[in-house]
Each structure stands twice: as C-alpha cells, then as structure tokens.
C-alpha cells in the first residue's frame, strides 16, 4: 500500500515514515529541502532498512505536483506535513506563508480526488484554538482569530479540507492538531534539525546544554501559573508519529464516523517552561543556564490538550513521558555535535 508523505524529510515527517514503513507500507516523500536535508533519507533506512522512495518538488509548482500524480496514481493515502511552520517569520512574511501552505494545500487536495483511494491526513496544529478560554482544551473550543499567519493557514487549511469533503463523500480527511512536539527517535537516526537560532524551546535548551548557546533566554516569568512560565503539552515526536498511522489505518478501513474528522494530539499533562528545564537537567545531569527576561509577543499563557477523543475515538494514547522526550533530545543533540 502505498502512501505519499509531503514534507517527509522534516522532524515530524520522517518520524512518521519511520513509523509507515514499520507497519509494511511503501512511502514516497516529497519535499522541497527548504528546512530538511537529503541526509534524513538515510536515517530513516538505517532505522527501518527500507529506503523510502524520494522526490524533490517544490509544490507551489502546479504542472510538477500533476505529473507526480500521474506516475503515481496507486497512492491510498497522504499525509500533507509540508508547510511553512515558523510563527515569527510568518508575521514577517505573510504572504510567502499564504503561498506555501495554502497553495500546495490546494493543489495536493485537487489531485487526491482523481485517485481511486482518497484518503488524506493533515497536520494541523493547537495553534487553532488560540488561548483557549478552558483547559484541557477539547476538540469543541471555539477556533479563536489566529494569532498569527502561520496559525490562520492551518484554520483556513481545516476550512479548506472539511469544503471539500462537503461536495466529495468518497474524500475522507483527519486534522491532527499537534500540541508542541519535541525529541528525537530513540536510534539518535532522526531528530529535529533547526537552521540557524532555534526558535522553539527544546531545541534551544539542548543546545545551550551541549554549549552552542551561551544562555536560554526565559521568556517571561509573571504568567499566571505554578511558577510564572508558560504552559504547554510537550509530546514526544514518535508518539505523535504513530498517531499518524493510526489516523491512516482509521480511513483505509473506513471505519471514520465521517469523512472529516479532528483531533487532538497531546499527552493530556501541562508543563511549565521551568519544568522542562528541570526535565532537561534531571535527563542530563547538567545544570541549565537560563535566565528569566520578559514575555514574547504572541505567547499565550497555557495549553494542554484534553485527550479523551483521541484517546476513545482513534484509539491513540502517548505512552512516552516528558523526561522520555527530553532524553532523546538530548542524545540526539550529542550525537549531531558529535560529542
Ligand atoms: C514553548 C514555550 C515560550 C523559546 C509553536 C507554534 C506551534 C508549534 C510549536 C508548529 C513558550 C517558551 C521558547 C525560548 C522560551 N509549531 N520559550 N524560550 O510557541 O508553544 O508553539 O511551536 O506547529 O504551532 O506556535 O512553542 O517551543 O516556541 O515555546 O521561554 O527560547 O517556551 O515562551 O512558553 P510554542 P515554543
């Protein structure tokens, strides 16, 4: 059976290869190598020993995204991980954002439904529900207006799909609203791989650990939580990988209640920015520089999911902690600075 995966090379996306290609299915990945580096193929060969087939191509290019589609009209399912994903740059580039992740959204949807099997799974992101008025946020929270461009192109993506699925019932979609992925495969094979200054925490936190960065700047200390720093639901990458497969699995067998669903994909547990460095120095056994400065614009004060759909519905449930995450993180982080 064999699925296409757009963004395969990314932190997310080879993850879930891995995990595709573990339960027996042919994987073809597409990706433009913008934020990914051809080296990930190997990765995932390495860990799995099968070598997914891999094609660079730019999406946004309407005549090439047709032609793939014609020398690979046997495809049972996508798996549409390729997009811009970087909340500050999307502020800055609105329109570079618009492009990326709506275009090639169009595009991949307006081949899908000349294919026998129609089954798609898109990633969708927490960044939805804005600050939610109540946690654990459930599937059923109000969708807020986005906080920035990069979290509009995944309501308007969501809106995109479910109108198209409206007038194609043999089209059948899940939305996977992730919460914050973080870690790395156990193998230290895969990981995430940030270009230039990360801008997400854990990466900032094990490269400050491995002494790329002098110190991790806090970003505010006066929330109102536990400890005064923010509040998210860190989810292990390869949990949030195999999701993926079971979401997939869920439509080739047609076992969906309809032909668009959504769900959440957290491990139900909130986690202060101070509890993920004492993660990371528990995992480690290093002392973390950090330093508490002000608050970054556009952060929300917390957001955790509330799990019971996923958990019920799909079937899914994390099986792998904070620390489990932290840890491979951190190896992974070893492994790359080959220390
Ligand atoms: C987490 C917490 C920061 C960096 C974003 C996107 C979301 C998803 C994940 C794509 C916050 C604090 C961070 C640092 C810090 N991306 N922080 N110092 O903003 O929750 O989510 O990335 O899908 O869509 O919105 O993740 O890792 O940037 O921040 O104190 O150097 O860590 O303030 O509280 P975020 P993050």
Known sequence: MKILVTGGLGFIGSHTVVELQNEGFEVVIIDDLSNSSIEVVDGITAITNKKPIFEKLDLKVKLDVQDFFKRHNDIIGVIHFAASKAVGESVAEPLMYYENNITTLVYMLQELCGLTKKNFIFSSSCTVYGQADELPITENAPIKPAESPYGNTKQIGEEIIRDTCKVNSDVNAIALRYFNPIGAHPSTEIGE???????????????????????????????????????????????????????????????????????????GTGSTVLEAIQSFERVSGKALNYKIVDRREGDITAAYAETSKANNVLGWKTELTLDDAMDSAWKWEQKIRNK
């Open 193 to 267: 791989l940030p270009i230039g200054v990360p801008q997400n925490l854990v990466p900032y936190i094990t490269q400050t650990g491995i002494g790329m960065r002098e110190q991790l700047s806090v970003f505010g200390g006066d929330y109102p939580t536990s400890d005064g720093t923010c509040i998210r639901d860190y989810i292990h990458v390869v949990d949030l990988a195999k999701a993926h497969v079971i979401a997939l699995q869920r439509l080739i067998a047609g076992n969906n209640d309809s032909n668009f669903e959504y769900f959440n994909l957290g491990t």
